[in-house]
């Protein structure tokens, strides 16, 4: 078969760099990011919670081509903040929110299968206890 390896599409060879970030030299205050291995999911995340902001002008992303594994990030912001550090506050938000659903979804699990200390589960981010 010509399909290529599932792994291709997420593990990293060793000579791959994660991300990669260039100042647009065309735009002011914006960013390019080129994220290797990552797909519509992560630029859809990203890109909804930058624009959320209010100091985010442009946030968008692109797929070059189906069997490249690369996502393209370009970031722009009114100058009050660095595109960067936006992206980087993105991030953190996005996966505060994630973490806070996980929560969500072990505790309504408890519930359904009927324990009765449910409602006074802790949680510390990787496991209810």
Do not use: W
């Amino acid at each position: 078969m010509n399909a290529p390896d599932r792994e291709e599409c997420y593990v990293l060879d060793d000579s791959e760099v994660k991300m990669t970030v260039r100042k647009d030299p065309k735009i002011l205050n914006a960013v390019n990011f080129t994220i290797v291995k990552e797909d519509h999911t992560v630029g859809n995340l990203l890109v909804s919670q930058l624009l959320e902001y209010p100091d985010i002008r442009f946030a968008g992303y692109r797929i070059p081509h189906p069997l490249e594994y690369l996502l393209l990030l370009k970031v722009q912001t009114d100058g009050e903040r660095d595109p960067i550090d936006a992206t980087k506050i993105a991030t953190d938000d996005r996966l505060a929110e994630i973490d806070t659903m996980k929560h969500q979804f072990y505790l309504a699990k408890k519930i359904f299968d009927g324990e009765s200390n449910a409602g006074n589960v802790a949680y510390d981010g990787d496991e209810m206890r």
